[in-house]
């Protein structure tokens, strides 16, 4: 492999195992992030009305 083939593997290997200890790191250090995760149980949608 070329040394531009090493630099833009490194770059890229770099940057995925950063953005993923980053978000893991905010998603278990954020106060209260499981109270916005779920949606409103309350949801109409047209087709909860439709017979099957």
Known sequence: MTIAGWIT???VA??????LI???WKVLTTPHSSEH??????RDTPDMHEPF
């Open 9 to 11: 593997m490194t770059v």
């Open 14 to 19: 770099g940057s995925m195992t950063s953005l």
């Open 22 to 24: 980053w978000s893991t």
């Open 37 to 42: 995760v779920h949606p409103p149980l309350e």
